[in-house]
């Protein structure tokens, strides 16, 4: 074996590969894109290109990770494998404090960070880009949009003394289009391919095994489904009343229903809309809904679907559910549907697949490592519950962070245990959502199942390429006949080869650089896209980081200064600030009962202030009465004198921000200076939030409770039957309440 000999990377490491020799050259020829199956080193071809840039041109590299398992996995790799000081090799993530990143940026050759972290920092001009050499953009297909690899690559590519960057993925998507706005998006003039069947990398391939197994839907869950269809038919048809047409009827897909949806919330934004639409839009949240759980039915099973319907029970008993969520919960077949689903005896024989293939490949390779995909969080929970049942098989749940009803999720830390538990041998079977197909340093497994298809090429590559690195591997697709199972397996398949085309057309271009590979489209102008001149400052929330808006700002010329603002989100004045709202934020404070507390403190704080609302679905997206937000508006302008302005997006919002900056420090001539504190709240106000809190609980139930009881004390001490005498307060509520305040603490 011979190994890569370069002053930077220690001897003997890094075995010399040529598809990577020959990768590296073109990368370090112009900014480059490389698409590199799964488990053949694309982090091998970043490093060479880093030690070569820092060797010849100097300055820093940067490498950007999405996430901070995999920055910390990356950072691991290059301190094992340069020759450098272990203090040159930094890792960026939001646990350091930004002061101290500050000071280790000055020092660091090599910088591993997250995204968001550098985009925080050069938005605070914390850091700057000019001695970077070297930028890697790990898991490039996730540069669409408005993602932070985009506004990233573009300051780099404006401020760098000396720029080139590095794009790599296994994966970057089917269409011309998406290949297309990832190149433009970090300035990506080179395409290099290589893929398993290249004569340079066949010699390290090892074969996959891919099969599909079709399993038959029992009757007893098709009877469970038809219950569905018939809701289903029963909400087309009054779609179909109010003169609403889909395109394939029942077939509608959820991205044609999410279209008809957006142009109906349009229909609402754009003036006086037909008093059908508001039914309309209720109507379609149904069908999505019920959608759903027929997808569920076919393709998970039954207690899948029981813990669905129970969140949509519990969605519609609560005090912020959607007209569509109650109706659902009262339609005839749906309480039919919850009777049968208690009597079912019969589960998903898929359930039983798992168990026979996972227990076959362990007794016929005992140190083997199984990963079962799923892709929903109660589907990992029932199949985990399941091998547990079976002997030799030791099986872990490996779930994303985010929680939810009844669904708490998994911290970095934990899952960093749970791989390493699995690599040990502790666990042999990991049973994984999405978060284990990308990157994560998940060693080679024998076998990968997946529990059911997906219509995603990127995630199908991803979770296909945990196996076969080493040695033999095997993949195993379960597919419920005669349901979208099928069809989401030939819809992956399709766009996996047209993938493989594409990419192959784009780099066998003659001579065109991904900038001119792209259809010419004439852009509509915003106010972002002309150039401001003017010295402006605005103090910006540190929350707000989080949206766009700031990125915006910045762009179009305005000066930043992060702080953490107790009233407002962006300060441009002595006496002006303004309060950022989308209509979902908006509305979910003025049900939770925050909005007027906020504008209150901003009244009060600052002589003048803006409430800007920004998007579109403020009368659509939660079935709240008009009246009730036109009342609210009302207030927001009669009672506290803040003036309400409409954003279309952040690149609106942030061109509005700017012009009122403007306004105030050039023509006003006022200095800018935050200031202002929350109002403290009243005691009677603590009190009903704390009564409040209690989920089913609203601030008027929480009064009445106040009221009637005297005290918070006496309300969390009082029975069952003494809380239903309060008005507001049925059976369900008092029970909830009870259950609340008697539980045992379990952390």
């Excluded at 087309?236 to 044609?256: C, H, M, Q, V, W």
């Excluded at 168990?355 to 029932?382: G, M």
């Excluded at 970095?412 to 040990?424: C, E, G, H």
Aim: aromatic share 6%; glycine share 6%; proline share 4%.
């Amino acid at each position: 074996m011979q190994y890569i000999n370069h002053p930077l990377i220690k001897p003997d490491t890094v075995e010399q590969r040529l598809y990577q020799l020959d990768l590296t050259s073109r990368a370090l020829s112009s900014p480059t894109l490389v698409v590199l199956p799964t488990g053949l080193g694309k982090t091998i071809v970043a490093l060479l290109v880093i030690a070569s840039r820092l060797e010849k041109v100097g300055g820093k590299a940067l490498v950007l990770s999405p996430t901070k398992p995999l920055v910390e996995q990356h950072a691991d790799f290059f301190r094992k494998v340069m020759n450098l000081p272990e203090d040159k090799i930094l890792t960026f993530t939001g646990i350091i404090p930004p002061s101290k990143r500050e000071e280790l940026w000055k020092n660091g050759k090599i910088v591993v960070s997250t995204p968001q972290v550098i985009e925080n920092d050069l938005l605070a001009k914390r850091i700057d880009l000019r001695e970077v050499s070297h930028i890697t953009f790990d898991e490039a297909h996730r540069a669409v949009g408005k993602y932070a690899y985009t506004y990233i690559s573009e300051r780099y590519f404006k401020e760098a003394i000396n720029p080139l960057s590095l794009a790599i993925t296994a994966s970057p998507g089917s269409t011309d289009d998406k290949i297309t706005e990832i190149c433009k998006n970090l300035h990506i003039k080179n395409i290099a391919v290589k893929t398993e069947e290249d004569s340079d990398v066949t010699p390290y391939i090892q074969k996959k095994n891919i099969e599909w197994i079709q399993i038959n839907l029992p009757d007893e869950m098709k009877k469970i489904k038809d219950l569905l269809n018939k809701v289903l038919d029963d909400r087309y048809k009054k779609l179909a009343d109010l003169g609403i047409r889909t395109p394939f009827g029942k077939k509608t897909s959820k991205t044609e229903l999410l279209a008809l949806q957006r142009k109906m919330q349009g229909e609402i934004r754009g003036g006086k809309p037909d008093p059908t639409v508001f039914s309309a839009l209720s109507i379609i949240a149904e069908i999505m809904k019920v959608n759903h759980a027929i997808e569920v039915t076919e393709t998970q099973g039954i207690e899948a679907l029981d813990k669905y319907m129970e969140r949509l029970e519990n969605e519609a008993g609560s005090k912020n559910a959607s007209k569509a969520s109650r109706r659902l919960a009262e339609d005839l077949h749906i309480r039919q549907l919850y009777h049968r689903l208690k009597e079912c005896g019969s589960e998903h024989p898929k359930l039983e697949a798992v168990k026979k293939i996972v227990a076959d490949q362990l007794e016929e390779k005992p140190d083997s490592r199984v990963i079962v995909f799923t892709n929903y969080r109660d589907t990992a929970e029932i199949v985990t519950a399941a091998l547990e049942e079976v002997s030799g098989i030791s099986p872990v749940k490996f779930i994303g962070q985010s929680s939810k009803y009844k669904d708490k999720g998994l911290t970095q830390k934990q899952q960093v245990d749970i791989v390493s538990r699995f690599k040990q041998g502790k666990y042999n079977v990991l049973v994984a959502t999405s978060v284990a197909e990308e990157g994560l340093d998940i060693p080679s497994t024998d076998l990968v199942l997946f529990y059911e298809p997906i219509p995603s090429e990127i995630r199908s590559i991803q979770r296909k390429g945990r196996t076969g690195r080493k040695n033999e591997g095997r993949v195993v697709v379960l597919v419920t006949k005669g349901t979208r199972d099928e069809g989401y397996y030939w819809s992956s398949k399709r766009k996996e080869r047209n993938m493989q085309n594409s990419i192959r057309m784009l780099q066998d271009s003659t001579g065109n650089t991904a900038e001119e590979l792209k259809t010419p489209v004439e852009k509509q102008q915003n106010l972002t896209d002309f150039e401001y001149k003017d010295d402006i400052q605005v103090i910006v929330d540190q929350r707000e980081i989080r949206s766009t808006v700031a990125r915006n700002l910045e762009k179009i010329g305005a000066n930043l200064i992060l702080k953490t603002l107790e009233v407002g989100d962006y300060v441009v004045s002595d006496r002006l600030a303004i309060e950022r709202k989308d209509t979902g934020d908006f509305l979910n404070s003025l049900i939770e009962g925050k909005l007027f507390e906020q504008i209150s403190n901003l009244s009060k704080a600052y002589k003048k202030g803006i409430l800007i609302l920004e998007g579109d679905g403020l009368f659509s997206s939660r079935m709240i009465s008009p009246n009730s937000i036109h009342g609210a508006l009302l207030s927001i302008n009669l009672d506290f004198g803040i003036d309400v302005i409409y954003s279309r997006d952040a690149e609106d919002t942030a061109s509005l921000i700017y012009l009122v900056a403007k306004r105030e420090q050039v023509n006003e001539k006022r200095p800018v200076r935050a200031h202002g504190k929350k109002t403290a709240r009243l005691l009677s106000e603590q009190q009903e939030y704390i009564v409040s809190s209690i989920n089913e609980i609203g601030p008027v139930a929480a009064r009445n409770l106040l009221t009637h009881f005297g005290s918070v004390e006496k309300v969390m001490s009082a029975s069952e039957e003494e809380l239903r005498k309060v008005k507001l307060i049925g059976p369900k509520t008092a029970a909830k309440i009870k259950e609340i305040v008697s539980s045992e603490y379990k952390a």
